[in-house]
């Protein structure tokens, strides 16, 4: 045999275990072999290829990233149109989807549907002829797209060829592959980092920077972005039917295409599809990707056909849209406001919107050296974020907007509070007050004592902290342990009834834990966390107040800039006289009791936890693995036989869920301290 037969023969061979192992690692999440296998296999391809480039055919792995593209993008006309989805916002919205089914269908049994998390990327079409890729187009106006053929190929999880895991399973003569090309959050945040080294525009959000990355003229850019690719659904079909959209991704995830199966339901009715939209909008900040929303689909493709399509958006489906945590405003001014710790932050006022469901009018923008990166004036438009559904920030500006009638804006020389001289610090970009009595200190440090993770002492608001302290009648928080009657009936608004539930919740508050306690000092770098972990190091206050640096130092969460923090803060002599006045004042701090002690009345064996909410330590995946390792058990859903739930940051609607059917409700930190992580 010939030398080049011989070598067509090992280049198919070695495409397809190239092929094969690509499927195993970006659609299985599972390889069967290690990286340098892997690279040896696909060095020994480049080495025949380039010995025989005649037998280099454009399905071959070799051939992901192509010449850059010659005067733009060609168009491509979509042979079954790419429809947009109509959106539904509210539960009442998905129920009136379901009535107009089944009036259209005069159907009465049961309906099934699938459910998908709506990822916020960008719509393409994968046309594959005999297995072999041929076009990739974006979806356009939904007729006509644009050919990203050539981008396309270097996204690692889209195949080639599709693959037949059976050799008697026969594959479609042609079929048109339709999905979504998205970038997850963490690449994101990576390669806005890498941009801004480079001193490169940054992208807005995870869609831009997949849209931005698949319509680059060079290959070679593409190829360099960490682009992704999920399938949900199909155009034209040849030599192939399916009878429902499960079977439809079960049978896509089979050919090679990557299907987001873990994340996508099939459910019995409309209810049973509304709990799992729910349920999506309640993981959303855990997942790697970002999505807007869950996608409802009729599962019968037979009634799919029946119910055809409106002018633009098919009837069978419906976008089901999350709050948005994005939106357009405008800046109509800046100004500066000083933090417990001294810490000037500029704060833009804005043009409300809504955002998340919240009414936003005010938004951080952090620091000089942020506004300066970001190129943020006054009087600009901007896209603005609740960044984790919580506090609002800048993203970006939208430049093009800009009339040349805005105004760059400066931090001040001196405290807008007090007047004291300002002098940004060498070792951050934080502009600090260095007075300690200026106001906005003293009354911030006096907010974060009362406020409900530290001290909980209800009806203390920051409206009521104000008067408090421009009235004279209190100096620092000690002194709210010594409020009377007298002081507070003559303030604005205030009941002699209000008063006393105050003075109520003032003489509760002088017994607390030793976490609240620490925590509430507002000990700079000390913040909920820390403060935990120092009480269960030390259990009692004398024995962290007595500690040095190296006993600070010997916890494994504690680093030299924290330690620091805590001995700075305990050998101020005023620090000193104001724990003093405290403990005179009533203050009683429980002791810490052991580890192995805490919570044993209530071990996980044999109970039931649901989560809701982005935990910070754990992914969702690690908490239910924590929860079934201590022989406790996961649900989805809140029922009255629900144990526990377990809440982090931007709880959904379990949290209001659980309150009415009183179920315990677990913080983060109780959840792992039960479970001994802590």
């Known amino acids: 045999m010939q030398e080049i037969e011989k070598a067509k023969i090992e280049l198919t061979a070695l495409r397809e275990k190239i092929d094969y192992h690509n499927y195993r690692y970006y659609i299985l999440d599972d390889?069967?072999?290690s990286d340098a296998e892997y690279d040896h296999l696909l060095q020994r391809l480049l080495h025949i290829e380039n010995k025989y480039p005649e037998l280099i055919v454009p399905e071959s792995p070799s051939q992901r990233v192509g010449a850059p593209i010659e005067g733009g993008f060609n168009p491509v006309r979509h042979s079954?149109?790419?429809l947009s989805l109509e959106n539904g916002f509210s539960e009442k919205d998905v129920k009136e989807f379901e009535k107009r089914i089944r009036r259209l269908l005069e159907y009465t049994n049961t309906i099934?549907?699938?459910?998908?998390p709506k990822l916020d990327g960008l719509a393409v079409e994968l046309i594959y002829d005999n297995s072999i890729l041929k076009t990739a187009s974006t979806r356009g106006d939904g007729y006509i797209g644009e050919d990203i053929t050539s981008n396309a190929k270097t996204i690692k999880s889209i195949p080639l060829r599709l693959l037949s895991p059976q050799d008697s399973l026969k594959l479609p003569e042609h079929i048109e592959v339709r999905g979504e090309i998205y970038m997850e959050k963490k690449a994101f945040q990576q390669l806005n980092k890498e941009r801004e080294k480079q001193g490169e525009a940054l992208f807005a959000n995870p869609r831009n920077a997949a849209a931005g990355s698949v319509r680059q003229l060079d290959p070679h850019i593409t190829a360099r972005r960490p682009l992704m690719f999920f399938s949900y659904g199909i155009g034209l079909v040849s030599g192939w039917e399916f009878a429902s959209q499960i079977e439809l991704l079960t049978t896509l995830k089979s050919w090679g295409l990557r299907v987001n199966t873990e994340h996508i339901k099939e459910c019995a009715n409309i209810d049973e599809a509304i709990g799992h939209c729910r349920?999506?909008?309640?993981?959303?900040?855990?997942?790697?990707?970002?999505?807007?929303?869950?996608?409802?689909?009729?599962?019968?493709?037979?009634?799919?056909?029946n119910l055809g399509e409106k002018s633009r958006s098919p009837r069978w489906a419906l976008a089901y849209k999350f709050e948005p945590t994005q939106a357009t405003t405008k800046i109509y001014s800046i100004?500066?406001?000083?933090?417990?710790t001294g810490a000037l932050t500029p704060v833009a006022h804005l043009k409300p919107v809504e955002v998340g469901g919240v009414n936003v009018s005010r938004a951080t923008l952090h620091n000089q050296e942020e506004i300066k990166r970001k190129d943020i004036k006054e009087g600009d438009t901007v896209i603005i974020q609740r960044a984790g559904d919580v506090i609002p920030e800048v993203v970006k500006v939208i430049k093009a907007k800009r009339t040349g009638k805005e105004k760059p804006f400066h931090m001040p020389d001196r405290c807008p509070v007090c007047g004291s001289q300002l002098a940004p610090p060498d070792d951050e970009v934080v502009i600090r007050c260095a007075n300690p009595g200026c106001p906005a200190q003293v009354t911030g440090g006096i907010k974060h004592f009362v406020s409900k993770d530290a001290m909980d002492i209800d009806g203390l608001g920051d409206k009521l902290v104000d008067q408090l302290v421009g009235l004279g009648r209190i100096k620092d928080a000690a002194d709210i342990y010594h409020l009377t009657l007298e002081d507070l009936v003559p303030l604005d608004k205030m009941a002699e009834k209000l008063a006393n539930n105050i003075l109520t919740a003032i003489n509760n508050?002088?017994?607390?834990?030793?976490?609240r306690f620490i925590y509430s000092l507002g000990i700079r770098h000390v913040g909920e966390h820390v403060a935990t972990v120092l009480a269960k190091k030390f259990r009692r206050f004398d024995s962290l107040q007595n500690a040095d640096k190296e006993d600070l130092l010997s916890?494994?969460?504690?680093?030299?800039?924290?330690?620091?923090?805590?001995l700075s803060y305990f050998s101020n002599n005023k620090n000193i006289s104001f724990i003093n006045r405290l403990f005179e004042a009533g203050i009683t701090i429980e002791e810490m009791p052991l580890e192995k002690e805490l919570f044993k009345e209530h071990p996980f064996s044999g109970k039931l936890f649901v989560l809701t909410g982005a935990l910070s330590t754990l992914t969702r995946a690690e908490a239910k693995k924590l929860i079934e390792e201590k022989k406790g058990n996961v649900s989805a859903s809140i029922t009255s036989k629900t144990d526990y739930l377990v809440v982090g940051k931007s709880p959904g609607s379990k949290l209001a869920r659980a309150k009415d059917l009183s179920v315990p409700i677990l913080s983060e930190e109780e959840f792992l301290t039960i479970a001994g992580q802590e």
Request: negative net charge; aromatic residues 4%; without cysteine.
């Open 279 to 305: 349920y999506l909008e309640d993981i959303k900040h855990d997942l790697p990707y970002e999505i807007d929303g869950a996608v409802i689909k009729v599962n019968s493709l037979e009634m799919q056909k």
């Open 112 to 116: 099934t549907y699938t459910v998908e």
């Open 335 to 340: 100004d500066v406001q000083v933090g417990r």
């Open 80 to 82: 079954v149109p790419m």
């Open 555 to 566: 916890i494994k969460e504690i680093g030299p800039e924290i330690a620091d923090s805590i």
């Open 31 to 33: 390889p069967e072999v």
């Open 509 to 515: 508050s002088k017994k607390t834990t030793l976490s």
